[in-house]
């Protein structure tokens, strides 16, 4: 059998098994791809090149094992596999940390908040009263989960000293092998505490991806989201519980320049009827304009 055509049985496999993604593909044939390129331990990337390769018995029914086991227990392929990627960069997870897909990646990555701080570039290095010369840009990755936003942070801006903190200590476990594996240990601290309590600061940038989903969504999820840690979730009967929190103390952790990047997912609605006085900059990612937020200090304090 060629691997192309192992690929398209596996689809159709996961098609008929009516299996959920969003865990790093959106579709039957791209996980398909990614379980039996994975297990043949082929580049991720190498699709075209070596669709044609024939394959052995033993190597088809290996795959084949997997995607039952993706099929029986639906459990995200990230967890199988024990990496995904986001911006291209890859990162270790497992069912200790949610499956890294934040789209805050996207409007960090693309340059979209560079306007606003110019970190990428060393703008913000200027000397503050509190030094004798140039500082480094802070940065905060709360909920950092696997750490892959603090990750990406670091990669983006070189200048930059990052904090993630996490309320589990069993995600920053996660997160440290991430940081370890791309040599940040010097630009990247890890700290446990519950919201804020664990921020250093003042910060130029506080980035989060909160749990927001609201209770009647989270009784709704799939299996594959189920198997991910309700911690990372779980926002509460609106979605706001952690959020709340977290807009009324934000602004003592950021300097008088510095910006608040949130992401609600499918909440607006909800935030917005939690937080009518404020008017937000919504940034445009792949999943709409409506997903992803920009605060000021300014905005937060008022």
Known sequence: MRLIELIERSSARLDQAGVSFGHGTTNAFD??????LWKLGLPLDALDEVAEQALNAQQCADVEALVAQRINTRRPAAYLTGEAWLQGVPFFVDERTIVPRSLIAEVMCEGALDGWLDLRHGAALEAGPETDGPRAPQVLDLCTGN???????ALCWPEAQVDGTDLSSEALAVAQRNVQRHALEARVSLRQGDGLAAARGPYDLILCNPPYVNRNSMQALPPEYRAEPA???????????????????????LRPSGVLVL????ERAHFEAAFPALSPLWLSTSA????????????LAT
């Not at 911690?231 to 952790?253: E, K, N, S, T, V």
């Not at 992401?263 to 499918?266: D, N, S």
């Open 31 to 36: 996980e398909a791809a990614w379980l039996v």
């Open 288 to 299: 709409g304009d409506d997903q992803v937020l920009l605060l000021t200090r300014e905005d």
């Open 263 to 266: 992401e609600i997912g499918h």
């Open 231 to 253: 911690l990372a979730l779980d926002g509460g009967p609106d979605g706001m519980d952690f959020i709340r929190p977290l807009l009324a103390q934000a602004a003592a952790h």
């Open 147 to 153: 750490g892959s936003l603090a990750v990406l942070a």
